[in-house]
Every structure is written in structure tokens, then in C-alpha cells.
């Protein structure tokens, strides 16, 4: 491949990024339609009011026929693999409407090995685990429709827990993760309706205490998380649990009615605005217009305005979300994100383009310092619970907040500087502790292609990025112990999958490539093979085709149309053209 095959390559992947820049600045991208999303939030609109909400209803199942697969079964995503979850969800939406199809029935007797209630409830319970973020949702919705009659094998959420001080739901072993509160109080309150039991009278007088919290916690536009899925379980279970005219129960539906698409489906989420944006903003040309920048620049800024304890997960002010939207919620990997691009805007040869550090920065660096985990490691929104798997300090989030401290250490002075450069050195000591031979596995990134569904190779490539553009001598070090693995995971064809023998992808090559350039004169064989691989895909016009690489709410898989473009561009940006 020569300089002229990447330049247009590049060329292209701009001119597309560009034309998807919003009339406000951001990058709001296109997250890929989910038949899960479709599904619960036809459900739900059907649960507070068939008639009010007849046409979405009609036009969601309309949409859910026309994805069903030949043998009655759907994927997360259309581009996803059958899988249990999408077409157990699916089937209990059409078999409350009366169009459950036959085949989708038949295919999950053979998921479940039987066609009984009790194969039903144990294999949903098997298939995650002690984490019930998403297995009891489920079987709720199986029962609410009538799909499973017997309530007593789903097991219970203690609401009354969430009435406590937040503070304390670390220390409560929750069964839930942490962005799975209201799920956990509106299900709790709709079991307790339906079942009673002899602690009722007593459970029901933490109800009005903990519907405030629940009211407490839901952001202006309605959506908890900017997600239809947690906000149509939410909204079904206070329907069914006697809130169906409640202010925040309208206000859940009015959501699920202003984010349905044209075509009646659902996305998993509103959009990745925040995240997109900081993402663009790394990859944005020197050359780009003042105006061009300042927008970015102001906009990434604005999403920092917050002076408040977050409502959701009572996060201290200075973290960013991933979106612009009320419903986001601040976390690690966004916070790192924006501080990392920030950095990209305003520094130039080492030096600050204005005259001190904006406090949003500095707030910024506080807020990751205060959600780092006690094993030195970073988690995604709460410090502390780590008790279920999205909770945990993982590697990629942890190797992006090293990138942002190691950024700005330089430009600060004072104790803001003496706490970064502490939390920093225990960031890169949790960072050794999880080296090993195969690779670092990210948390929110995976491939559906992969027996284990994991993507160490993402995860790999990603944390070597970040760690090696901070210049550190222990984190060069660090990232110099994982090259190997990417290594030995590049495929024949040149690309890279999630990991070794899985299908090669655009995403996962790109930031395989960006990692492998941090290395200059070395690797050049490894390096040329995967950019051959990718200007294939480009002549081939597939370049830009769906990967779902995305994992949400407890391994729901999705796409989304920048990231093709975003990697490939970063990539590109390490190529000296």
C-alpha cells in the first residue's frame, strides 16, 4: 500500500465524518436498531395505554415481523446473531399483542432445552449469572404478559434498599449494578403488588419514599440513561404495580414516544453525542478552521456545566457523560475521553493556547481522582461496588484516565498536581498488576463472532494507545510487555478480529494499527498487512459496513455508524502522509 491509497482513503473517511457533523457542532452518529429496544418499549407503551399509543405499537411490530429471522428468532442488533434474549423478548412483546409466530416458540424450547415454565425461568437465571440486572427484567416481562404464570421463581428485589443514603449502596450487595437502581425499585414495587406476601403491609410503607427517589433520579426528558430498554421496564413495572397514571410513568412513555425512529424500531440508546464528539475532536486536521475548533471546543466544555451531585449515581460535579442529552450520566471513560480531547485543543507544542488550565479541566481531573476504585484501578460510573462485572476497574477505562492525567500533569501546578500525580502512579501500578499473556479484555467492547464473545485485542490495542501517547516511562514500559499479543493475533488476511482466528473487522484493525504505530521502524510487515486489509475493504466498498462491537446493559450488542470512520481516522492520523 502507498501514501496515495492511504491519503484517499483518509480523504473519504473525513468527508464522511464531516458531512455527519450536526447543525450544533456535535457528532451524534446513528446507533444501530434493536429488536431488545423495540421490543420491551412496544411492551411497555402497550402496558400504560394500548389505545393512546395504538400507531407506535402497530409500527413496533410491524418492524419486529419484518427482522424475525426464517427460524423465528432475532439478534440484539440486525446485524447480530440470533441470541435467546432478543427472541424471548420479542416473542413475550408479539404474544401480548396475540402475533406470537410459532417458529420463535419452537426456537427457544430448543434454547431451553424443554418447553415448560421452569426451563424457561432457570435458563434466563443460568444465562447471567448472579448479576439480575437483566435476567429478572425478563422474566418480569414473561410474567406481566402471562408467558410465565408462577411468580415464585423470580427472585425478589428489596426496593426499601433503595431508600437508604446512596452513599451506602456499595456496602449493601445489591443485585443489581449500579446504573440499575430504578429497575430495582419500580420491578421491587411490582412484585410486591402482585405477590402481597405476609411483609407487604410493612414493605408498602417504604413505597412513597422510594417513588420519590425513583422521581428523584429520572432526567427532564424521561429516559433513564438515554436507554428504551431501562426505561421501558421501568415504565411496564409501574404501570402493572398501580403508578400507570403517575407523573413519572407518563413521563417514561412520553420518552419512548419522541426517540422511536420512523420505522418503529428503538436504538439501545439515544445517541453517543459526548462520546462521538471527543472522539472526533482527536482526529480533527491541524490545518481545521479556528471556528471549526472553537465550536468542538465549546461544546465539549458545556457538557462540564454541572455543579451538582448527580441525581443517578450521585456522582460529585466535573465528570462527563456520553452524551448532551439530560438522561447520560458521568463516568470514567467519557470524563478521560473529554479531558483528552480538550487537551488535543489546547495545546500546541507543549504549551496551553490560553492563559491558565479552564476549571473544567481541573474539575475534570478531581472527578477522576475521586472515582478511582481502592485497588488503583478505575471503574465506569461508581467507585466501590465492583461486586458484578460492570462495576469493576477494567483495563481500557483505566489505561484512558492514565492518558488524561499524563496529558495535563505538565500544565499543573500546586496540590491538584501533587493528588494527579499520586493517583497516577497507582493507576499504572493496578495497570501491572493485570498484564498477562492474553491481552487486556475491555469492558464495554466486545465481538460477537468470538466463542467467549470477548475482544482482548480492542482492549489490548486500546489501553498501548493511551499508554504509550503519554510519553511515561512506566506506562511506555507497560505497553511494550502487551505488543506481543497483537502480535499474535493478527489474522492471515492481515486484519484483526476480537482476538486470534475471529473475523477480521475494520474497528478492531484500526486500533490495532494505531497501537502498532506508536512504534515507529518496527513492525512495518505487521503494520503494511493490515493496512492492505483495510484498503481491500475500501475498494470493496465495505469499508464503512455495521460492526457490533458495542456491549450495553448487560451484553446487548450494538453498532454504531462513526466508528468505522473514528478508528480508521485515528489510524490514519499515526501514518506519516
Not at 320 to 341: F, K, Q, R, Y
Amino acid at each position: 500500500m502507498n501514501k496515495d491509497q492511504l491519503k484517499a482513503m483518509q480523504a473519504d473517511a473525513m468527508e464522511r465524518l464531516m458531512k455527519c457533523r450536526s447543525a450544533d457542532g456535535m457528532w451524534r452518529g446513528a446507533l444501530s436498531s434493536s429488536a431488545i429496544s423495540t421490543a420491551v418499549s412496544v411492551f411497555a407503551l402497550q402496558r400504560i395505554d394500548a389505545d393512546r399509543y395504538a400507531s407506535q405499537i402497530s409500527a413496533g411490530v410491524r418492524w419486529l415481523h419484518a427482522t424475525m429471522r426464517a427460524d423465528g428468532s432475532w439478534g440484539d442488533s440486525v446485524e447480530s446473531p440470533s441470541n435467546m434474549t432478543a427472541t424471548l423478548l420479542t416473542y413475550v412483546s408479539l404474544y401480548a399483542v396475540g402475533q406470537a409466530p410459532a417458529e420463535s416458540r419452537q426456537f427457544l424450547d430448543s434454547q431451553f432445552g424443554g418447553n415448560t415454565e421452569e426451563a424457561l425461568t432457570q435458563g434466563v437465571l443460568r444465562y447471567y449469572g448472579r448479576d439480575l440486572t437483566f435476567s429478572v427484567p425478563i422474566l418480569m416481562m414473561c410474567a406481566l404478559a402471562g408467558v410465565v404464570r408462577s411468580w415464585k421463581n423470580i427472585p425478589t428485589f428489596p426496593f426499601e434498599l433503595a431508600t437508604l443514603p446512596q452513599r451506602l449502596f456499595r456496602y449493601l450487595n445489591l443485585p443489581v449494578v449500579s446504573y440499575a437502581i430504578p429497575a430495582l425499585i419500580a420491578i421491587g414495587i411490582c412484585q410486591m403488588h402482585k405477590t402481597g406476601g405476609w411483609l407487604s403491609p410493612l414493605r408498602r410503607l417504604f413505597v412513597p419514599k422510594a417513588m420519590r427517589v425513583l422521581l428523584r433520579m429520572q432526567p427532564a426528558d424521561g429516559g433513564f440513561l438515554e436507554a428504551a430498554p431501562l426505561t421501558a421496564f421501568v415504565s411496564m413495572c409501574l404501570a402493572e404495580g398501580g403508578f400507570r397514571e403517575h407523573e413519572l410513568t407518563q413521563r417514561c412513555a412520553r420518552f419512548l414516544v419522541d426517540t422511536v425512529r420512523d420505522d418503529g424500531s428503538w436504538p439501545i440508546d439515544t445517541n453517543l453525542s459526548g462520546w462521538l464528539t471527543s472522539l472526533a475532536a482527536k482526529v480533527l486536521p491541524s490545518v481545521s478552521s479556528v471556528s471549526s475548533v472553537s465550536s468542538v471546543l465549546s461544546n465539549i466544555i458545556k457538557r462540564n456545566a454541572t455543579t451538582t451531585v448527580h441525581p443517578f449515581t450521585a456522582a460529585a460535579p466535573g465528570g462527563w457523560g456520553w452524551s448532551d442529552l439530560s438522561g447520560s450520566v458521568p463516568d470514567g471513560d467519557d470524563t478521560s475521553g473529554a479531558l483528552v480531547a480538550l487537551h488535543h485543543l489546547l495545546i500546541e507544542n507543549g504549551k496551553l493556547k490560553i492563559e491558565n488550565v479552564p476549571h473544567e479541566v481541573e474539575n475534570g481531573l478531581r472527578w477522576l481522582i475521586g472515582l478511582q476504585n481502592r485497588d488503583g484501578g478505575m471503574p465506569t460510573f461508581c467507585k466501590g461496588w465492583g461486586k458484578l462485572p460492570f462495576d469493576r476497574s477494567t483495563p481500557d477505562i483505566t489505561a484512558h484516565a492514565i492518558l488524561a492525567m499524563g496529558l495535563w500533569l505538565p500544565s499543573l501546578d500546586g496540590q491538584l498536581k501533587t493528588d494527579v500525580q499520586k493517583n497516577f502512579d497507582r493507576l499504572i501500578a493496578w495497570m501491572e498488576k493485570t498484564t498477562n499473556a492474553d491481552g487486556w479484555v475491555p469492558l464495554w467492547f466486545g465481538d460477537q463472532d468470538a466463542v467467549d464473545e470477548k475482544a482482548p485485542v480492542y482492549g489490548t490495542a486500546t489501553a498501548i494507545d493511551y499508554l504509550m501517547s503519554t510519553r511515561h516511562p512506566a506506562a511506555t514500559k507497560l505497553a511494550q510487555s502487551q505488543v506481543g499479543f497483537l502480535l499474535r493475533t493478527q489474522n492471515e488476511d492481515g486484519g484483526w478480529g476480537g482476538n486470534k482466528g475471529v473475523t477480521s473487522k475494520v474497528t478492531f484493525t484500526s486500533r490495532a494499527l494505531t497501537a502498532l504505530a506508536h512504534f515507529p521502524n518496527q513492525y512495518e510487515a505487521e503494520q503494511q498487512r493490515g493496512w492492505n486489509y483495510l484498503y481491500r475493504r475500501f475498494k470493496a466498498g465495505t469499508l464503512y459496513d455495521r460492526e457490533p462491537i458495542g456491549l450495553y446493559f448487560s451484553r446487548l450488542w450494538y453498532s454504531e455508524e462513526l466508528y468505522n470512520v473514528l478508528f480508521l481516522l485515528n489510524a490514519l492520523k499515526r501514518m506519516p502522509l
